[in-house]
C-alpha cells in the first residue's frame, strides 16, 4: 500500500487533524525534520510478513504490509504530565479507526484492520502514539496475466517469455492388455513393451 493513499484518505475523512497529515519513514526522521505547532498524523510503513506460498504449481503469496499512523499530540504549558494528551488518544483512536478499519488501500486484496497502540516518544512540547493497521495484500498471480508489465515475479515474466505453444505430440505404450511378453525384460509380466500401440498429433493454430 502506498503512504500517499492513506495520506489523502485521512485528509479527507479525519477533520481532527486539519490536514496536518504526512508520510515519512520513522519518528526520528519525522521529528528531526518537521514542527506543526497542532496536532498532526504521520502515515509510516512498518514490517512486511510473507507468507508460504499458497499453491504447488505457481507461485503466490500472501503479504501482511504494516503501517503505523504517528500522532504527536501537542502538550500544554504547565501540562508536562501530558493528563490533557491522556484524554485525546482514545478519542484520536476512534477518529483513526472510522476512517481506516475495513478501507481497502488501492491495490490491496483485503481491508485495514486494527493492531494497536503503542507509545513512542514524550518531552515538554507533545506527546507521541503510534496507532498500528495491517492489511493483506498478494504477491503473484494464480492465472498467468498477458500483460508483461503486470507480472508480479520473475516465474510470471519466464512464463510469458516462452514460445506459443505449437502443438502436442502423445505417443502411448499401454502397460496392460496390450502387451508382447516376448519384448519384456525377465521377470517382468507387465507393460509397457516398448512398442507405440496408439499415437495422436494436435497443433494449435495462432493468427
Known amino acids: 500500500m502506498k503512504p500517499s493513499d492513506i495520506v489523502a484518505h485521512l485528509r479527507a475523512r479525519c477533520p481532527g487533524f486539519g490536514r496536518n497529515v504526512a508520510a515519512g519513514i520513522n519518528w526520528d526522521a519525522l521529528h528531526a525534520s518537521t514542527q506543526l505547532p497542532a496536532r498532526a498524523a504521520y502515515v509510516v510503513p512498518t514490517d512486511e510478513k510473507a507468507g508460504d506460498p499458497l499453491y504447488e504449481n505457481v507461485i503466490v503469496q500472501e503479504l501482511v504490509e504494516g503501517v503505523d499512523i504517528v500522532v504527536a499530540f501537542p ?6 504530565g501530558g493528563y490533557g494528551v491522556a484524554d485525546e488518544v482514545s478519542e484520536v483512536r476512534k477518529e483513526l479507526c472510522r476512517a481506516l478499519v475495513g478501507w481497502k488501500p488501492p491495490g490491496n486484496t483485503e481491508p485495514l484492520i486494527y493492531e494497536g497502540r503503542s507509545f513512542v516518544h514524550t518531552d515538554r512540547a507533545k506527546a507521541v502514539y503510534a496507532f498500528s493497521f495491517s492489511a493483506v495484500e498478494v504477491l503473484g498471480h494464480v492465472e498467468l496475466p498477458s500483460d508483461p508489465a503486470v507480472a508480479e515475479t520473475w516465474e510470471a515474466l519466464e512464463l510469458l517469455g516462452l514460445p506459443e505453444l505449437q ?13 508382447d ?19 495422436l498429433k494436435k497443433d494449435f493454430p495462432h493468427d
Do not use: F, N, W
Not at 167 to 179: C, E, H, L, S
Not at 181 to 199: A, K, M
Open 167 to 179: 502443438g502436442i505430440d502423445i505417443r502411448v505404450d499401454a502397460i496392460d492388455p496390450m502387451v
Open 181 to 199: 511378453r516376448s519384448l519384456l525384460p525377465h521377470g517382468q509380466t507387465h507393460g509397457p513393451d516398448g512398442r507405440i500401440e496408439h499415437q
Open 75 to 80: 502538550q500544554a504549558k504547565g501540562d508536562e
